[in-house]
């Protein structure tokens, strides 16, 4: 996928593709997450330093969308992250968000799960995925702004929405 450059627009955060070579600050930026925030953002209990390690180094550069929210000076405050996998619809990404704390609100998270999907529509994908937990309040909010169609059961949220070109 070509660099999204060209999103750059409020608070001088730029989106932006990234590659292998940004994994130390990738793994920077999720250590930065709060313990709950991480739990939140795995859907998970406690995460430990050395499963986000692990994590990071499991990331497909070149093949999962791998998208930054990089600030002025440099700093990847924002992570989105789609897998993409084959289902019997065709293509599918299932993708994950994460913001630092003090770059909260300001729709970071919006614009990274816009930017997958219109990845999306250029892959020709069926669809994009995420799951979050249903306690997971700004996660929703971001699905349901996103005109995701939403599914909760069992403490966790399914929402699923079709590829959107950039500028649909
Ligand atoms: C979830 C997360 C990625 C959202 O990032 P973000 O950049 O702040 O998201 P946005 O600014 O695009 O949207 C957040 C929305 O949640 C709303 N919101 C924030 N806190 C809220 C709360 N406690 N209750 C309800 N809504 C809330 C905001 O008002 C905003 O909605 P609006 O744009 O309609 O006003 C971020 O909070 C985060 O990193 N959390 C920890 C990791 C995580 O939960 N990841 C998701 C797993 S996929």
Redesign the pocket.
């Known amino acids: 996928m070509a660099p999204s450059n060209d999103l750059a627009d409020l608070d001088n955060i730029s989106i932006v593709a990234l590659d292998t070579g940004h994994a130390p600050a990738l793994l920077e930026h999720l250590l930065r ?1 709060s313990v ?3 739990g ?4 998970a209990g406690t995460v430990p330093e050395g499963v986000l390690a692990k994590y990071v180094a499991s990331i497909r550069f070149g093949e999962d969308t791998v998208l930054g929210a990089v600030a002025a000076g440099g700093r990847i405050v ?1 992570l989105g992250h789609a897998c993409w996998f084959r289902s019997a619809e065709g293509l599918v990404a299932e ?7 003090g ?11 816009q930017a997958i999907r219109s990845d999306a529509s250029e892959r020709e994908a069926a669809a994009v995925l ?4 249903a306690r ?7 699905l349901v ?1 996103a005109e995701m169609a939403i599914e909760v059961e069992d403490g966790e949220v399914s929402a699923r929405g079709a590829a959107l070109p950039a500028h649909a």
Not at 40 to 43: A, G, H, T
Not at 95 to 101: I, K, L, R, T, Y
Not at 130 to 133: D, E, S
Request: positive net charge.
């Open positions: 997450l709950d925030d991480r939140l953002r795995f859907c924002a993708a994950a968000f994460s913001v630092d704390e770059w909260r609100c300001r729709g970071i998270a919006r614009r990274l799960l995420c799951q979050c937990l997971n309040r700004p996660m929703r909010r971001v702004a």
